[in-house]
């Protein structure tokens, strides 16, 4: 959506959005697994704890070869899903332990094992699984249903907590982190545009949808939580897009608003 907009909104909040999108995720992936983890296998867990500490030994060692990590990285979601936790947790401690060098003038690397492990599985994910995901997980069969749907209470719950929790949630965790000063405002960025990308945080799909019909077991609520995953996302989308599209940028130190304007 930040590339769809293009210039209106400074890089800034383009990259506050990409983290906090990842960042959401990796917090729904340890939801499912402390929330909906049905029972542990003690031996299982036991053994996907052990490789971790060797793919750790790896990582000390200074391995760079992505073969090693990989094939331990296949026992230890292996493991974790004998264990009775949800596989996804494998990967994003598999993705902690992978080395990431850093680089001065870039984020890292480009050689290091993570970058060009991320790199190699990027068109992959995006378009190939991710796809595959949505169809499979996304299909709703609109035989029988009337508009009331809309109005049933898990069809509402997840539409207002997509859209309505999300914008209130990550702008006021944003406006108390700056009044506090632990974070700045992102640079060029204005308090509208920054309520528009919170807005635009509700749009929801892989995790919201994951998270919701492991949420909800009766299978007759299912097609009401993917009706209200998709309403919320679109409204999220279209809410998010209006205001960014009015909303101007905070002149830059030294710029008058009318300066910028002008130049605009």
């Given amino acids: 959506m930040g590339s769809v907009l293009g210039p209106r909104i400074p890089k800034s909040l383009k990259v506050f959005l990409a983290t906090l999108a990842i960042v959401d995720d990796l917090v729904a992936v340890v939801v499912i697994a402390v929330f909906y983890t049905a029972g542990i296998d003690v031996a299982a867990l036991g053994g996907a704890a052990l490789t971790v500490l060797l793919l750790i030994g790896l990582n000390r ?23 009775g936790g949800h596989a996804t947790i494998a990967g994003v401690v598999l ?3 992978i080395p990431l060098r850093a680089s001065k003038g870039a984020p890292d690397d480009m050689t290091s094992p993570l970058h060009r492990l991320e790199h190699a599985l990027s068109p992959w994910v995006a378009f190939l699984i991710v796809p595959v995901f949505g169809f499979a997980n996304a299909s709703v069969s609109f035989a029988g249903l009337s508009p009331s749907v809309l109005m049933e209470p898990a069809t509402l719950g997840v ?6 929790g999300k914008q209130v949630g990550v702008f006021l965790a ?9 974070a700045r405002l992102p640079v060029a960025a204005s308090w ?21 019909l492991l949420a909800f077991r009766d299978p007759a609520l299912h097609d009401q939580v ?11 989308a279209l809410a998010g897009a209006a205001l960014l599209s009015v909303a101007r940028r905070r002149p830059p130190a030294g710029e008058s608003a009318a300066t910028q304007e002008a130049a605009g």
């Fill in 95 to 97: 993705a902690m332990i």
């Fill in 61 to 83: 060692l200074k391995v760079v070869r992505l073969a090693p990590y990989l094939m331990l990285g296949a026992g230890l979601w292996w493991l974790v899903l004998l264990s």
């Fill in 159 to 164: 539409a207002a907590g997509l859209f309505l």
């Fill in 192 to 212: 509208a545009q920054l309520y528009g990308v919170s807005v635009l945080c509700g749009i929801g799909f892989t995790m919201s949808l994951f998270i919701g």
């Fill in 174 to 182: 944003a406006w108390l982190a700056i009044r506090v000063g632990v």
């Fill in 226 to 236: 993917k009706i209200g995953v998709l309403a919320g996302s679109l409204a999220s």
